[in-house]
């Protein structure tokens, strides 16, 4: 069988390209994998390795109404659109016809919450998910929301390799990650950190991620006088080293889906604290046993789980053995057999 991936830029570092390459390198040890890029240079390498026959990058190669040929060339006969929100309806719209052709099975893989956009874009999505043949989603949450609109939906979750990391000191030191944008409330975190760091000044943040928010969040630290115990890492290709020498994950995000970054915090036995925000940190932190499960906007809480994570060692090692077994369905066996499944229909 030949199966395309559709992504936006397969070039990119975010969780939506970590699961397209985790896709393409378990679906090619059965089928035939091709990759179809909307954007990205023929001489950029993939921040994650891939595996597949071939990629066509549409912006350099190929016209946007060229995926039929495309499809047509290759013989594929399942499309997997690997989705932040938006591609799934703008792929359905510009490939209409695509969607009655009964040989083309059509997937389309959400990673934002359908409880993150506003009612008019909720229509939007619900109308065009309809006609794909099964939608994946990453939350409980979201397969609920699907069912009552009697769209076919399957849950398949972020997965992680559990490192057995054996976590033994403090380092005083917290670490965030993501997209320097607006969905990651990383304001939200300088000024939670403004208020921790006045009882706590030996402790220090490590930020990695750049994006267009840099400058005003520079502009917060100053405001914030909290510059010197703030780091902007920008873009980071390995990021293992820092979850090793981290004691807290922080999360600020306004909405997520299922953020691979509390996974891979979880996988390195280290404690987070996230907002409980539409969908996301509530499906991976266990609250009061592996992490705090703030509750959105909640900031004084928010300080408060960190003072105490910071000063209560005997918690805080509770937390970092209970990942041991909070960890378990998320494992990459179980997720590789339910891509492998699908896969085979």
Request: include cysteine; proline fraction near 2%; glycine fraction near 4%.
């Amino acid at each position: 069988m030949n199966i395309a991936i559709v992504i936006k830029n397969m070039h990119g570092y975010a969780g939506t390209e970590n699961i397209a390459s985790f896709m393409s390198r378990v679906m090619s040890k059965h089928h035939k994998v091709f990759i179809i890029s909307y954007e990205g240079n023929e001489s950029d390498e993939p921040f994650y390795e891939y595996n597949y026959e071939r990629c066509y990058k549409l912006s350099s190669l190929y016209s946007e109404g060229s995926i039929k040929n495309i499809i047509k060339e290759e013989n594929i006969t399942k499309v997997f659109v690997i989705s932040m929100g938006k591609l799934s309806v703008s792929f359905f719209l510009k490939n209409i016809r695509l969607f009655f052709n009964k040989r083309i099975k059509i997937f389309s893989c959400e990673h934002v919450s359908i409880k993150s956009f506003n009612t008019f874009k909720k229509f939007i999505k619900i109308l065009t998910l309809k006609f794909y043949n099964k939608v994946i989603c990453l939350t409980s949450t979201d397969k609920v929301f699907f069912d009552r609109f009697l769209i076919n939906s399957l849950v398949i979750e972020n997965p992680i390799t559990f490192k057995s990391f054996d976590r033994k000191s403090r380092t005083k030191k917290a670490l965030a990650v993501g997209r320097l944008n607006n969905q990651k409330g990383f304001e939200r975190l300088l000024l939670i950190w403004s208020n921790f760091i006045k009882t706590n000044p030996e402790w220090i943040l490590n930020i990695a991620g750049d994006g267009e928010e840099l400058n005003n969040l520079l502009e917060y630290c100053e405001s914030y006088s909290i510059s010197d115990s703030v780091n902007f890492l920008g873009k980071v290709d390995r990021l293992d080293e820092l979850y090793q020498k981290s004691d807290l994950f922080l999360m600020t995000s306004h909405y997520e889906g299922l953020p691979m970054v509390l996974l891979e915090a979880k996988s390195w036995s280290l404690p987070c604290i996230a907002f409980n925000c539409p969908t996301g940190p509530k499906e991976i932190i266990e609250n009061n046993v592996d992490g705090f499960l703030i509750q959105n906007g909640n900031f004084n809480s928010y300080v408060e789980a960190m003072k105490l994570l910071s000063s209560d060692d005997e918690l805080y090692f509770d937390f970092v053995r209970s990942t041991k077994f909070t960890h378990k369905k998320f494992s990459v066996d179980i997720v590789k057999e339910k891509w492998v499944l699908l896969s085979n229909e």
